[in-house]
């Protein structure tokens, strides 16, 4: 199944928005998820360069922003709608950072999210570790190659290793959120989950102001 | 002012409960302070010992628990109607604490709160000192004295420096937070404020539970 | 022989208690070894999952709670007759964990125990690496596999390999005992062994109680 | 109560061990409290200077070991008599330290023990003050005078204020160690007290053998 | 001679730029000390609230920016003319931070400069204290109250102690400035001195990019 | 075209100068690569042992210095020449090393400069590795091998190992150069890298004197 | 040649001393290699295990204590008279260590000695890498199987591995020692690590007694 | 008696050098407290400003090098002639500093020495504070003033406060090394102290050099 879930659909590459489309067949779908490249962890220094997008059917959409040095309003429209519909949950591995960037870069308040790096920690109890790779070797027995992971997102042509690696991020992000909502039912913990990553907006807002360490004595 | 404060009304003593009469008479009020004793920082190692309530115009209302070892549901039901009344904000210094330790012992769900720690860290951004101590000293010049900040709140005959110093802790409260609620407003934090302290009753549940990072990488 | 430890009998696996003629026949015996899984360090969030149990003969039992949220009286009555026998020896590596969680769940006072970690901390002075693996591999020569270490040890089926995991730790937990005992014996260190690991359980009920570093200055 | 404490009864003072009568006075008490001074803290590099024993009656005897740079049996035979004794409970403060050098100088086997340092941990869980000094201005009022504590205990004459602090820290421990006591008994905790007070002749060994964080993974 | 500085002239007092008369003032002159108080260290979150310039003469001006919550090109003309005049040396302590902020804010390249810390940390080697309060008490024997250091500088009117404070920084600065520029003359490090210096504008580009450790390996 | 970097033409090797002529053909280029080899990281310690240079075209000249335990100004004139040339640029990994040394052994003022270290910093803000081993393996696909970086570069013959590597690290500078320069035109902060680089003089000063932090608080 | 040295003579296996001819032997050599195993690093808890000893011919001596719990005079003669003899340098690698067990088990006053880790300190500037494993594999090219290094020596039979390991560890010191010998004469520092290496009998003294950071301020 | 010390004789002022007649009258003495002034704790950067010397009478001296940025050979041979006379014990408080500053400015080889912070680590093991203000008051009962111990030394006239502190260095160090000498003795540690101190002067060459750690692990 990972064989399959790895390979399957060509992701679909878009400058800069979603097409009308697109963000259509996306809105009849109870959930996506989503990733996003950057130059790096500083928004307002490290542009956003690449938005991720895949649903259950493995429909993946890569958004393009090459330019983007600084954040814009009219920027990305589609991509937006989608984010903040109501109707879609948009499922993140370590929300924080990527919502962040979403409200920094294209002022979207996305809502609902779910976070499979919340939820990992929340019921995968036995561990600390959590990352993406290691959610994916133990709960769907994918290696990941994280080699891209770290590159230079912005670069004129992007190389097929990085593509690879883009649509795989979402793609077996959907898998792995389904075991890590499964996992939380079965320990109860479904609304605990809920309620913590309901946080994450006002996380997102303290960490683009600045503040560190809010909630600590 | 702040001697006014200090010495002001005689607060009232109550074991277990707050009086159907007291409790009537904070209901009809627009906010009270809360703060709580216990017998350390490890909810289900070290005893509830005090709650301590005031309101504006300084009716301060002691409730004592000697020998409440365990939690409790038929214990302070009307402190419990308090804290859970929405027409009353209950304001705390630090509320993390003090809404684990009533979520634990009288299983409150404590709403609505403000914690006036995280106003300050939010609005006093040019400082690192947020603790009661130094508010009350910047911001109403008063110098408390906290010699029995760490007592035995669990002890037979609560000493009169005891009784004064909780009793303290809820009156300058009252002031403070209004300053606090003010420099929010005046630099444009006040929705901020809201959406972080909505996050503490998660993080209660997240302490409680045994979790620490939570919302770290 | 390790070859032959690691796969001789095929373990007997029971749902929340020993059947009574497994228990008759481990009180015969001078000793067994004893390990437990969780779902983490956090006892009162991490339930118990599996008991392990071992004897000289490679007689392996594993007791498993599928759905064991609450410590309960009733519960594995003869796991705790066993536990509690003063004629057989408990053995455990590291009984500070496995200790604490029995006590918590089972509220067994396990009795007479030995911890091989302890036992190898006295004797094995010449190195700081005193893990079952460690000794496992310069003790008895196996190679111990501990990909299973931390994993999902509530769900439903438990793997081929986790099982097998499960009963390796106990079972090669016999000849290595034997080895740490004859090297205590070898430097005239019994006696301090036992003097160090009746301490056990006082540690353990501090542990479950909260407090750290309680010998400490 | 404290002034009459630290000023009245002036200490005996004895050469190498205590006077035969003096032994049959103290064995006819239910407890004793025991301090040591000593060059330092490594015993086989700082030698025991002085051991000090006072009665409920405030009866204090100064044991003085000039040059006993070496362990040996037929030393402070009463002394060892009477730390051996099993009528009489030996309090003392942080009694890790002090049963080592006994130990280690004396040959002895103290026992039955007190410590108040760690009865104050389980009990006063509200601070992490735990020195005799905090404990005697918390539960006896008395501020001590500690600039004596790291001086030359070996010296030839000692000073007067060495010889008062000396006796005071064996004076006072007397209504400290009851405060205590009675502290524990209203919590719960005084069979937990008990099980960790008897683990320190093996943390003592273990400590004077050369390991540390016997009981850490 | 301390008196006499502390004491001097009354401050002048400008609402968001200087005079045209004041820069007329300034710009005759070969030097004035300059200093900022913002609401905290993160310029972008954090605004500038007072400007404070001082002259060899004691001509002391205080340019206050209430509602500065943004950067701004038409905001303080004058004092940007006089920031950025290579007649008049700009000197601080702790240029690093002052020059960011004036670039933040006033978009002033600030030139020519000189700072007193990197000066004192050339020259007086003997010690590791340099902060003004260290430089003062050594250098000109005055000790400074630095009680308002951290306050409300955005608040509605500042107090009489803020201003006096506010006043005394720059002040105070001009014998210093005189006493390390001496020092570092007769240690022939006054070139050194310039070279270090020459680097800040570079810093304070790399501290607002945000990159940390930019030189180290 | 890795491959032929590496292997391409053999490096030329002189003792204590660049021949005449080699300095000549240098100077009629834009830029060169240099590196230096020492006995270790403490100029004033360990000797200079080794400078490599190299043009675009791939000419290599390996600089020796066997014996030279003393600075001295009569030394390497022509590389001197070279590295103060103003027409030709010189590219170094870490500057801030290099620099240092060739002004502490040859007193040489190199000037202008550019350092791949910093402009990857600055550049590559995705990652935080930057040494020439990253750099070479993700912008142009070569995996250097660092075994010869720390070996004694003051034995008298040195291994071909030795001599491939001090070419290989000058070689394959120009191309990584180019990547980053290109990047930082991109990225439009090519003023940026080169007001920070100019600061390098500056802070290898304060290094050769012994100053740590003088940018800090 | 490193095959050779690691091959070539057999050792020979002694009980508690040399035998007077093989004494004979080793004093008519200019220098000996010497090592040590303990049961671990605390000598007055960990026993003496064995001595090694090898000449520049590659004779090697094994002398094994088994049951040497404590110090003694009548032991070792031969060994200790060889430890002490003038003619004779006794090269160790980290003598820190040794050089105190032989003084604390053979009382021998070990001397002349040399140590390969403070020469390799002295003239090797350009590592931190000072372990016997990174000498030999830097200066003779083998590479060394460190297995047993922490292994049981006290064991009734010794491994043939731990017998190899054992007998290497002196055989390549020889060349090894050398190597450093003549670096530390081409870089003139011979008479430097003369002088250091004779501050190590005051050092292992002070060790001995407890002491730590002797020389810090 | 310390009033005594502290207040006795006028120190003497020489520039550069001890005149013939004060260095004759010091080589009659069995010993000298000597100590150094400079600037700063990095010989070749911070210069040597003042040396201090006394005697068993209180004869003071005071050698000063006002613009000495440079060591020389001719410079200070009187004072030299004293370092170096074997019949007069040089006595120092931390003498690893002042051995190696005296080496790198007037290239002398200090000796014999005595080491009062070393003498007080071996003796005073009660404690771990060894500052010569801690001995002093301990030993000596005086209260030294430290104000200038971290002042410009190499100011053109050094204040009468400065005079005061350098005498008072030299001058209450007289009995304070014979309290020290004399603990020794009592405790048997006189031949150990020798023993370590004799290292001193490989420790300083070892600092000048630039290594650290020389002698760890």
């Known amino acids: 199944m990972a064989?399959?879930?790895?390979?399957?659909?060509?992701?679909?590459?878009?400058?800069?928005d979603l097409p009308d489309e697109r963000l259509k067949h996306y809105l009849t779908k109870p959930l996506v998820t989503v990733d996003t490249e950057t130059r790096g962890l500083i928004p307002r220094r490290d542009r956003?360069?690449?938005i991720q997008i895949c649903d259950e059917d493995g429909v993946v959409s890569l958004v393009r922003y090459k330019?983007?040095?600084?954040?814009?309003?009219?920027?990305?429209?589609?991509?937006?709608?989608?984010?903040e519909a109501?109707?879609?949950?948009?499922v993140f591995h370590f929300a924080r950072?990527?919502?962040?960037v979403l409200k920094y870069y294209l002022n979207a308040v996305v809502s609902p999210i779910f976070c499979t790096k919340i939820g990992s920690k929340l019921v995968r109890t036995y561990t600390d570790r959590h990352s993406l790779k290691d959610l994916s070797r133990e709960l769907i027995k994918v290696e990941m190659d994280k080699t891209d992971q770290s590159s230079d997102w912005a670069k004129d042509g992007l190389s097929d290793s990085q593509l690879?690696?883009?649509?795989?991020?979402?793609?077996?992000?959907?898998?792995?959120?389904k075991q890590i909502r499964d996992l939380l039912e079965r320990e109860n913990r479904t609304e605990l989950a809920q309620k913590v990553i309901q946080c994450l907006p006002a996380v997102c807002?303290?960490?683009l102001g600045?503040?560190?360490n809010i909630f600590e004595h």
């Open 3 to 16: 064989e399959m879930l790895v390979k399957s659909l060509k992701p679909d590459f878009y400058e800069l």
């Open 86 to 90: 109501q109707s879609v949950l948009k």
């Open 164 to 177: 690879e690696y883009a649509a795989n991020d979402v793609r077996l992000l959907i898998p792995i959120y």
């Open 48 to 50: 956003l360069c690449l």
């Open 97 to 100: 950072f990527d919502v962040a």
């Open 67 to 83: 330019h983007q040095f600084q954040a814009s309003d009219n920027l990305g429209a589609n991509v937006k709608k989608l984010l």
């Open 205 to 207: 807002d303290v960490d």
């Open 210 to 212: 600045g503040w560190t």
